[in-house]
């Protein structure tokens, strides 16, 4: 009919009666001009086919044909194509496709409502492996790994101060501009100095600094450990007798414990600076009001509350990053779930821990 | 109508840094043929089927596939009818970890060909099939498969769009003898029946003595010999003399030990 492409034309059909006329490359790149018309006489198999002018032929196009036809070789099809179709059949008639087991709808309900469960039990048993590797650390103190320690006071301390100012900076001024508005309505310009630092040493400080350090260290904590998981440099510890909790989630877990609260207070400091610089702008209520008041109007007792629970939270934060890094298999997928767990789980126990706190000081008086 | 051989490989140089990897590899691999790629560690068989595969560029010297010179000015669309044509199996398989074996499989497939959702399936199917893997390992995720399914997984999918030319990174490494000996069968019998080209990097003897027609030996930079693997084990070159009698007697030593 039409001129052939040279070298060899793509795929062709044609439907004469009951027979099918196989034409061109029957190769899985140039099979897309047959599919649709090839599959749509799928139902009607099998049919006769001839394939005088079949000039090419791989696996797909074999199994295509396969498809349409009776199970036999076409009419005519070159000798060396045999092998490959003979191949391609029984490799399809040996494998009946499988029913798939699906998964019925309460059977996923279960698994989801189950899931969080079995994180809360890992999260318990890392709680208490720690515990008993802190008490075995106070009878022998020697035993600390305070080379590994002292590195994660590096990278999840020190090398958090640049941001965490920063936005504690930005905080506060924030802070001391929606407050201070407010205060000047009422002529109470000089209560900005108890406003600003109660929110702030109270509850920004330590939930800014929480936050940020849940997204770099505990992510980072997780996806360590996964990796470590999935080379199976954990097991390797194991079987070396070494305590994988000794030797990796120790050290993380007193890191941040120490690192927390100075970075609490580098936070508290840092956003009394953005509150200062706004109220002194704002409403004329500078450095020397700040430095003269806030000793004489508030207590000790709510900068030690903050830093207090910035303590808990590096706990929590530390504890969530290990036990998801130590339930990971440790393949990419579940390298990125379980860090995103991480993330999204110690942030939510700071919050909920954080409201527990609010009720506990309150009932205190503190 | 002669076709141009599938790979073509003239003085060509690769270098990590200052390490010098390749230091001039002449090569050519026949249409049809399976060639074994052997050498000490360390010299760069690896990295050569890195750069026919098109993943790490040559730091000099041409490359030819399928009779098409490529250099590493070209940019990656005008590559891809070029890798289309081929396949290519990792040493651990590098299937992608959030598919499952038959999703790893119609990838490609769907990405390439254009088909029918409905005809991906089916094409994919007959792949795992055709690697030897059972039908229910094609629901299955890689973690769940054994280190043999991966590997026949692998092949599966570089097999995907019938590439003519397929390349595979120590197939039968890690896998005990009967696994091993069977992924040996298993290519023999896809080479044959899909006329495929066969590169393959490999340690393993057996593999070297029952699917390759000729071997070539890496050494210093160079290939040093290209031959069938009978006659290259009685080389005299004492660098080739020396792998072969390493490896022989560590394979009696396994058997007789076994």
């Known amino acids: 009919m039409s001129a052939p492409l040279p070298p060899s034309p793509a795929a062709a059909l044609r439907v004469v009666g009951q027979s099918l006329y196989l034409e061109g490359d029957w190769t899985t790149l140039r099979l897309s001009a047959v599919a649709d018309e090839a599959l749509a006489l ?35 099809l070159d000798s060396r194509w045999q092998p490959l179709l003979t191949l391609v059949q029984e490799a399809v008639a040996e494998a009946p496709t499988p029913a798939l087991p699906r998964q019925g709808l309460l059977h996923r309900i279960g698994e989801r409502v189950l899931a969080p469960l079995a994180s809360l039990r890992s999260l318990l048993t890392i709680l208490g492996q720690l515990l008993l590797a802190l008490l075995v650390l106070l009878r022998d103190p020697r035993r600390l790994r305070w080379r590994e320690t002292l590195n994660v006071l590096t990278a999840s301390g020190a090398m958090a101060v640049p941001i965490i100012a920063l936005l504690a900076f930005l905080l506060g001024g924030v802070l001391a501009y929606q407050g201070g508005i407010q205060l000047r ?21 330590p939930l800014i600094t929480a936050i940020i350090v849940a997204g ?40 941040l414990v120490i690192a927390m609260p100075l970075l609490t207070a580098l936070a508290n400091a840092a956003g009394l600076v953005g509150a200062i610089l706004v109220a002194d702008g704002l409403l004329g209520v500078g450095f020397e009001t700040f430095y003269r008041r806030v000793p004489e109007v508030v207590a000790a007792q709510h900068f030690w509350v903050g830093i207090g629970k910035s ?47 609010s009720i506990l000081f309150n009932e205190l008086g503190w | 109508m002669e076709a141009p051989v599938p790979i073509r490989l003239r003085g060509i140089e690769t270098r990590f840094g200052a390490t010098q990897v390749h230091r001039g590899v002449d090569l050519e691999v026949r249409r049809g043929e399976a060639l074994g790629l052997v050498g000490g560690s360390g010299s760069g068989k690896s990295v050569l089927l890195s750069v026919i595969s098109l993943l790490k560029a040559p730091s000099a010297g041409e490359l030819a596939l399928f009779g098409e010179r490529l250099d590493s000015a070209m940019d990656e669309a005008a590559l891809i009818p070029v890798r289309r044509r081929i396949g290519v199996m990792f040493q651990q398989g590098a299937l992608f970890s959030s598919l499952t074996v ?51 997984a692998g092949v599966a999918r570089a097999l995907a769009l019938d590439p003519e030319l397929l390349l595979l990174d120590e197939p039968s490494a890690g896998l005990d003898p009967v696994s091993a000996a069977e992924l040996d069968a298993l290519l023999n019998t896809l080479r044959h029946a899909l006329g495929l080209t066969l590169v393959l990097v490999t340690h393993d003897l057996d593999s070297l003595f029952t699917v390759t027609d000729r071997v070539a030996y890496l050494g210093q930079g160079r290939v040093l010999a290209v031959a069938p693997a009978a006659e290259l084990s009685e080389s005299r070159e004492p660098e080739i003399a020396r792998y072969f009698g390493n490896a022989r007697a560590a394979r009696f030593r396994g058997a007789g030990g076994g």
């Open chain 1, 42 to 76: 799928v139902p009607r198999a099998p049919w006769r086919l001839v394939a005088h002018d079949l000039t090419r032929l791989d696996s797909n196009g074999a199994r295509l044909i396969g498809l349409l036809g009776d199970g036999g070789p076409p009419e005519g």
């Open chain 1, 185 to 205: 309505l009422f002529g109470a310009n000089i209560f900005i100095v108890e406003l600003v630092t109660l929110t702030l040493f109270r509850e920004f400080g």
């Open chain 1, 216 to 255: 770099r260290s505990g992510a980072a904590f997780t996806a360590e450990l996964a990796t470590m998981r999935g080379n199976r440099e954990i097991d390797a510890l194991m079987t070396l007798g070494l305590s994988p909790v000794e030797r990796l989630l120790l050290p993380k877990w007193l890191g």
């Open chain 1, 311 to 357: 303590v808990v939270f590096g706990m929590v934060i530390a504890l969530v990053g290990c036990s998801e890094g130590m339930r990971a298999r440790g393949d990419a997928e579940s390298i990125g779930r379980n860090t995103t767990a991480s993330v999204v789980q110690s942030i939510f126990w700071v919050i909920v821990l954080d409201a527990l706190f």
């Open chain 2, 102 to 152: 038959l999703e790893n499989v119609m990838l490609p497939l769907s990405e390439h060909s254009g088909l029918p959702a409905a005809l991906v399936e089916e094409f994919a199917r007959l792949k795992v099939a055709l690697v030897g893997l059972p039908a229910a390992a094609a629901e299955r995720y890689p973690r769940e498969l054994s280190g043999g399914m991966l590997k026949r």
